[in-house]
């Protein structure tokens, strides 16, 4: 199974997602057409002159999850939305595709329990349509762990709708777009 998710995904790292108030419910959805993600932890220092030198302390462990795909109608996409714009926690895990866990039949994987701190949506000359998240980790940082995946997580987010066939009769040369048929 590792062999056809690293095939299907474009590469060894997957991002889950799922609204928190959903855990009972729903398990966690990849999220559809991924192009990058950030994991990234800091701490703040302060150095503090003393009289016997300076004493450096460290503040308090920050993560935060950055995550880029391209837009579409998947519920995945409306519920990040959502989730900003109605201050929702998200459970979020990233699952090493080419990794095995410590147990048989999984992967190694981070859970975390994140925050939406933006989410921007942009559209380029191409009618390509990005959307960027930041989110805050709750506790500091994600927690490693083993993931199993069922067939259907897999397919997850990938639905694709059929817009019917394109007339053959418009050109290149026009500035108008191909008319869909029935």
Avoid: C, H
């Avoid at 959903?22 to 993600?37: D, K, L, M, P």
């Avoid at 391209?70 to 519920?79: E, F, G, K, P, T």
């Avoid at 929702?88 to 595709?97: A, H």
């Amino acid at each position: 199974m590792a062999d056809q998710l690293v095939k299907q995904s474009g590469g060894k790292a997957i991002v889950f997602a799922r609204l928190r108030s959903n855990q009972a419910t729903q398990e966690g959805t990849r999220v559809a057409y991924q192009t990058t993600y950030s994991y990234k932890l800091s701490r703040d220092s302060k150095t503090e002159d003393t009289k016997d030198g300076k004493v450096t302390k460290g503040g308090a462990l920050e993560g935060t999850l950055s995550l880029e795909l391209l837009s579409s109608n998947q519920a995945i996409v409306r519920d990040l939305e959502s989730a900003q714009v109605n201050a929702y926690p998200l459970d979020f895990w990233i699952v090493f595709t080419d990794t095995p866990g410590t147990k048989s039949g999984t992967y190694a994987g981070r859970y975390m329990i994140a925050d939406l701190t933006s989410f921007e949506e942009t559209g380029d000359s191409d009618n390509s349509v990005s959307v960027k998240i930041e989110a805050s980790i709750q506790d500091g940082y994600a927690r490693l762990g083993d993931v199993t995946l069922s067939v259907d997580q897999q397919d997850n987010g990938y639905d694709f709708k059929d817009l019917g066939k394109v007339s053959t009769s418009e050109t290149t040369s026009t500035n108008t777009a191909p008319t869909p048929t029935k």
